[in-house]
Structures are given as C-alpha cells and as structure tokens.
C-alpha cells in the first residue's frame, strides 16, 4: 500500500496527487494508494507506524522538514533526496538512505532494497533511533548550555572540564 501521509499543502500540489492515482489505477492498484489529508499530533505517529518505508523526495534543498524528524525519531527507515541539508544528517546520523533528485530509477532501486531487504530495513530503522536520541532538542540545549557555562568559567578565570 502507498500511503501519502498529509496530501497536497498547495493548490498547484493538486495535479501530483491525481497523477499519482491515475498511475495507480492503470496500474491496477487504485485500492492500495490512499492519502490521508491532514494529520492531526496524534495522527502521525500512527501512519508513521504503518509504514515500511517512508519515503521524503524533496525538491528543494531550502529546508527539512519537520515530518522528516518526526519519522527519524520513531525509528522508520527514511528513503529521502539528496540534497545538502539532508546530506548533513546523513553524515552524522547515517540514518537514510540518500537517492538522486528526479531519478526515478534510484528511488525505485532503493524502493525495492529497503522493501526486499528486511535487515538493512532494521540498520536504517536503528540509525534513525540513535540519530533522533544523539541530536534531540534536549541534547542540543545541553550542548549550548555547556557552551555557555565554560565560556563564562572561562571568562572568570576557571578552568572548564567540559568540553
């Protein structure tokens, strides 16, 4: 099944949806395509539990996402563009697998190893739990936090024992 979590945000979003369906119906699968619309908080992580693979295809490298975190932090192997800010997360998490933008044969191949591959489904599932532990918004105040404090010991005079 191809769940489309979320849907078309804008008006011109429209004509990929009805693509999408249109393809899946030549194809015999118009049953097995569903798009949810709008999520609620509570919604999410329950679609986000039915998916295999969630899949961020990215046109433009301007920004992530916050369903792309919210998806690393439940642990689901994310097959997404890569683009630099996505490269970046990828470097330190290693916890997607990166395909090539408007390369529909490289999401299809990396469609088809996640889909047929259920341990590199688990490694990737694994990476994306300790890549949403590692760089919380928790730890991140606590790295800033640090900063701080030994910037002013240091400032007054002392030594830090943090780095």
């Not at 986000?48 to 689901?76: C, F, I, K, N, W």
């Not at 599932?125 to 002013?152: F, G, K, Q, W």
Request: aromatic share 4%; hydrophobic share 45%.
């Amino acid at each position: 099944m191809l769940v489309l979590a979320g849907g078309p945000r804008l008006p011109e979003h429209e004509p990929v949806v009805a693509e999408i369906k249109a393809l899946a119906a030549q194809a015999g699968l118009a049953d097995r395509v569903v798009v949810t619309g709008y999520l609620g908080r509570g919604e999410v992580p329950v679609a986000l539990e039915a998916m295999d693979v969630v899949v961020a295809p990215y046109a433009t490298d301007d920004r992530v996402s916050y369903s792309l975190h919210l998806a690393l932090a439940q642990g689901r192997p994310v097959v997404a563009t890569d683009l630099d800010p996505l490269r970046e997360i990828q470097e330190r998490g290693r916890c997607l697998l990166l395909v090539r933008r408007d390369d529909a044969g490289d999401l299809a191949r990396a469609l088809g190893t996640l889909l047929g591959d259920e341990g590199a489904r688990r490694r990737l599932m694994a990476a994306a739990a300790a890549y949403a532990r590692d760089e919380s918004v928790a730890v991140a105040a606590r790295r800033t936090l640090d900063a701080y404090e030994a910037a002013r010991e240091t400032r007054h005079g002392r030594a830090s024992s943090k780095t």
